[in-house]
């Protein structure tokens, strides 16, 4: 028998009292209640306080991205998990109605309205459009085929809609027999075949393109709904709802699943919703709760509505919604209730109370034996429950509102032990018969039991452990157990395996390993390693490690003697351990005062189980925590019981289905579901809003996330409650992904990710740049040919002028000193005043045509190097020097001889040079003169020194030649100084820029 089929009992509510010899009272009772460890539903109720109009709810849908749809008479209402978005016509001028009828997704994934003055849609991009239609028909329903494409239920027969007039035009080929008469539903089979069916309930119609009509008859009385399964049956709610049957489009039978009159329910009762998955018939009823049903036979298993959380919160159900991932919605007065049919629930036990003497859900301490029965002791008696059939029974005279403590090892020797953190023990036999009380004088504070061997246990007090005889009843010498008497401190919890043996204390020295074999004990605290000595519980793992729950956290006791460490900083949630339970596969079941963690020793990962798993914040107990078989984990609390399979427990049941939804300037909002989707905008919209979704429709305003936005910021972001970030990002490529917890210590990466380009402006763009590129670089070759254009058209103007000063004016000048010589020949040599004048005539013509020929060497471009300037100066000084009977030296230090020089400098150089010697021939008196001559990149540095008789600097005024020299100088941006005294010559030093 499988083990979800073997837990599966129901146990009518029994008592058994009676008289038994010797005047004990024994009570038998039953709790009437399913194991059923294979579904426990639990339901996420949502209702106005959660943003959605809860007053007339009748239908919903599911589009293909899973996100919910309800429609109300005050708009429609899309949930993704996280929050309710309200499109109303206000808002949304496109619906032509706020009250809307019904609802259906499409192919496209368009959701398509029935509203009361006509038919609108929802786009993929969140925009609602109103169809064109001059009556504003209303829709009873909407079907989809390959051929006719959208089709709308009318009251006057089927509409088909046409997209390029977004119209709907009557489908004629129907007209022959619908005849004006109300279709209740309208379904598609495959290409283009339909199941018509009409709400009169008489007469099934089938259509085949090209074919003709062909009717069945069902004669089926007062139909409510329909549903059409894949495998080609049609379960119909018949008789006002009263009656489900199921019709077989192949065979044309008929069969009754379930019947309202065989259920005996409440007057009026009757079905209101159907729906199908994996073999199971899920039913909605007006007044008795969701039912579940298997379509093939077997007993029905009923949900009520129950004042707690997790629960159906009314037994009045308008309709149900079903779709094929197992998400199920229930409408009802009150609102919504969703659940997720492939999600594995905890089971629970909340209610203990019906026992005699037990009115409180309290578990304090917990033990179990190996016949699979669990003790449970509360805060107002002790009770026993028996896992495979279900029956809990109570203890008697255990009603004295005392604290009982059961742990250990029970029962021991036939008989259970229990004590009440007293001196007292108090027996019972296993059928929970009182059968004595033990006083023992020598001791106080009596915590639970464990049996050691055959003949003695251990007695866990307060302050150690003592040996106990059994049969003798009495505290035994320790001797022979030595470390027992070491034990100091209130003990929590023995465990033993094999030889091994620990107790686990609190308020002492910490936890004490003793090996029966080798007899050493060995002890283990915050001294040795622990995070603490107040310890809650133990247990060992298959590999033989230890675990210690304390209240800092959890400690690993390994098996090379080295300690472990675990708190929240490496992924626990809360520090404090107070259950710890070791399943066959090696995994750590851990409780705190709240939640469930499971910890995989291989990953070294925590695991949290939700709180819907579970039910709600269950507050767990110290020291409540069994496992039957390696495989049944069983918790207790202030609220009951706890029970799972730790092979079927999972923190996450499914696949996760994350996406992404876009918004943005002018982007609308859209919902991306593909692994890689790209995002191309402009730069001046790159204003955009991410929003992370869990597409998990219970728990998905629970999940935290964290992105990473690669080309924004590198690193991950912190866990946020949050799921919308926003981002104004530039021109680049962007990658933008996330993940989701919900701990924020296990991290899921999510399939969805998103790769955006932000384009840039046209100024910015690659060819933009390459094309300005190439305007300036054009610009500059040209500029470039321009100025060496311009370059040559003047050293062709600067030798045009050289050319016509030599032929025109040079020619003129020498002409008159020849003629001025040959009218000093005729001239009477007695008339001296005359000669004197042509000879004066004579003297100028020479001088201006040497100044012209200089001018004319100034101006010829080809002498625009320093080679042509250094002899032009060479050849005058050495002319006027030896004029003069005068020594000459010429000094240069050439940087770079064919540098090339601007007109400008080389005239100012040869006039300061020629200058300052004539000055220096003229006035000095001086028997040499040497000129200098530095270049230097674009600088010119001159000295011009003779050995003459000096003058006073201070003393003297310079002449016009002094003056010409540093004018000259100024024009080339240069410097003069003049260095003179008396007997001791003259220098002059200049410096001139090449420009």
């Known amino acids: 028998m499988a083990k979800s089929e073997r837990h599966k009992r129901y146990i009518g509510f029994q008592l058994l009292r009676g008289l038994i010899p010797g005047g004990w009272t024994a009570f038998f009772v039953l709790i009437h209640f399913s194991l059923a460890l294979s579904q426990n539903l639990q339901f996420k109720n949502l209702g106005p306080n959660h943003g959605i109009d809860a007053v007339d709810i009748y239908k919903a849908v599911f589009d293909k991205d899973g996100l919910l749809w309800v429609p109300t008479s005050n708009g429609v209402y899309r949930y993704d998990g996280y929050e309710f978005t309200h499109y109303y016509q206000e808002k949304n001028p496109g619906l032509l109605h706020d009250g809307v009828g019904r609802i259906f997704c499409d192919r496209n994934n368009q959701i398509w309205l029935g509203t009361l003055a006509g038919i609108s849609f929802i786009t993929q991009e969140d925009i609602i459009k109103p169809t064109i239609t001059e009556t504003h028909q209303r829709s009873f329903g909407f079907v989809e085929s390959e051929f006719y494409g959208l089709i709308s239920v009318g009251e006057s027969g089927l509409f088909r809609y046409v997209v390029d007039s977004n119209d709907w035009e009557y489908v004629e080929v129907f007209d022959s027999y619908l005849k004006g008469r109300s279709v209740l539903r309208v379904f598609h089979l495959a290409e283009n075949q339909f199941i018509i069916y ?56 008929i069969k009754i699943l379930y019947s309202i009159e065989k259920e005996r329910a409440v007057s009026g009762d009757y079905m209101t919703g159907i729906g199908l998955f994996e073999g199971k018939m899920y039913v909605s009823k007006a007044f008795g709760g969701l039912n579940v049903l298997d379509i093939e036979g077997g007993p029905i298993k009923h949900y009520f509505g129950k004042p707690s959380n997790f629960a159906l919160p009314t037994n009045r159900l308008k309709n149900l919604v079903l779709d094929q991932k197992g998400n199920l919605v229930l409408i009802h007065s009150k609102g919504l209730s969703i659940t997720q049919l492939n999600r594995y629930f905890l089971n629970k036990i909340n209610d203990l109370s019906v026992s005699f003497g037990v009115d409180d859900n309290l578990i304090r301490s917990m033990s179990r034996d190996e016949k699979g029965n669990i003790y449970l002791s509360t805060a107002s008696g002790l009770l026993v429950w028996n896992f495979e059939s279900g029956e809990i029974r109570s203890f008697e005279d255990l009603n004295e509102r005392n604290w009982f403590y059961v742990g250990g090892s029970l029962p021991i020797k036939d008989a259970v032990y229990i004590s009440s953190l007293s001196n007292i023990i108090h027996v019972f036999d296993t059928s929970g018969r009182k059968k004595r009380e033990i006083k023992i004088e020598e001791l106080a504070d009596i915590r639970f039991f ?201 923190w996450f049941n499914g696949p996760l289905e994350t996406a992404l939804i876009i918004e943005g300037q002018n982007q609308g909002r859209n919902i991306l579901r593909k692994t890689n989707n790209k995002l191309k905008l402009p730069y001046d919209k790159a204003m955009i809003r991410i929003n992370m979704l869990v597409n998990d429709l219970m728990v998905g305003e629970r999940y935290k996330y964290r992105y990473r936005m690669t080309g924004f910021e590198e690193e ?43 384009t840039p402006p046209f100024w910015q763009n690659p060819w933009y740049l390459s094309f300005f590129l190439l305007i300036v670089i054009s610009s500059a070759y040209y500029l470039y040919r321009w100025r060496i254009h311009q370059i040559k058209v003047t050293e062709a103007v600067r030798n045009k002028i050289a050319a016509d000063l030599h032929d025109d004016v040079a020619s003129t000048v020498s002409s008159l000193s020849y003629y001025s010589e040959f009218a000093k020949s005729l001239i009477n040599r007695d008339n001296p005043v005359l000669v004197d004048l042509i000879e004066r005539i004579g003297e100028n013509s020479r001088e201006s045509l040497e100044t012209m020929r200089e001018v004319i060497w100034a101006t010829q471009s080809q002498f625009d190097n320093f080679q042509s300037l ?119 030093l200049a410096t001139l820029k090449n420009i």
């Open 716 to 758: 991950w972001s912190k866990g946020l409650s949050n799921r919308s970030v926003q981002f104004s990002l530039r021109p680049g490529n962007y990658l933008f992904e996330f993940e989701v917890s919900l701990d924020e210590r296990t991290w899921s990466p999510s399939a969805t990710s998103l790769a955006i380009l932000i």
């Open 450 to 650: 464990y049996q050691l061997n055959g003949d003695t246990m251990l007695i866990a007090t307060e302050d150690g452990v003592h040996l106990f005889d059994i049969g003798k009843e009495q505290i035994l010498d320790e001797a022979h157990i030595d470390f027992l008497k070491k034990v100091k401190g209130r003990v929590v919890q023995i465990f033993r395996n094999g030889d091994d043996f620990f107790l686990a204390t609190s308020y002492s020295e910490g936890l004490y390993h003793y090996n029966f074999s080798t007899k050493k004990l060995k002890v283990y605290s915050e001294e040795t390693g622990l995070l603490s000595n107040r310890m809650y519980a133990v247990t060992m793992d298959h590999e033989r490690n230890i675990y210690i729950g304390t209240r800092l956290g959890l400690s690993i006791l390994k098996q090379d003697g080295s300690i472990q460490n675990i708190t929240k900083a490496n992924g626990l949630k809360y520090d404090r351990v107070e259950n710890l339970v070791a399943d066959r596969n090696g995994s750590i079941w851990i409780t705190n005062n709240s939640l469930i963690f499971q910890y995989n020793p291989n990953t070294e990962n925590f695991h949290s189980l939700d709180e819907f798993l579970i039910g709600d914040r269950f507050p767990f107990s110290v020291n409540t925590s069994a496992s039957i078989g390696d495989s049944i984990i069983i918790f207790g609390g202030r609220n009951g019981l706890v029970y799972f399979h730790s092979e079927e427990a999972s």
């Open 870 to 988: 250094k002899l032009k100066l060479i050849d005058f000084c050495k002319s006027a020097s030896a004029a003069k009977s005068v020594n000459f030296q010429w000094n240069d230090n050439l940087g770079v001889e064919d540098m090339k020089l601007s007109p400008l400098l080389r005239r100012n150089v040869f006039l300061i040079v020629k200058e300052g010697v004539n000055n220096a021939l003229r006035h000095s008196g001086c028997t040499t003169i040497s000129v200098s001559m530095d270049l230097k990149k674009s600088e010119i540095r001159l000295e011009i020194k003779d050995n003459g008789q000096g003058y006073n600097l201070e003393h003297s005024n310079h002449g016009n030649g002094i003056l010409n020299i540093k004018r000259r100088a100024l024009e080339c941006k240069g410097t003069v100084s003049i260095q003179s005294q008396k007997n001791e010559g003259t220098s002059i």
């Open 198 to 253: 009409l709400a009169d309930g008489e007469s099934l119609y089938f259509h085949l393109m090209g074919r003709e009509i062909e009717s069945r008859p069902l004669k089926v009385t007062n139909p409510l709904d329909a549903f059409l399964a894949e495998e080609g049956n049609l379960y119909i709610l018949a008789n006002g709802g009263r009656v489900l049957q199921k019709y077989s489009l192949r065979t044309g039978s």
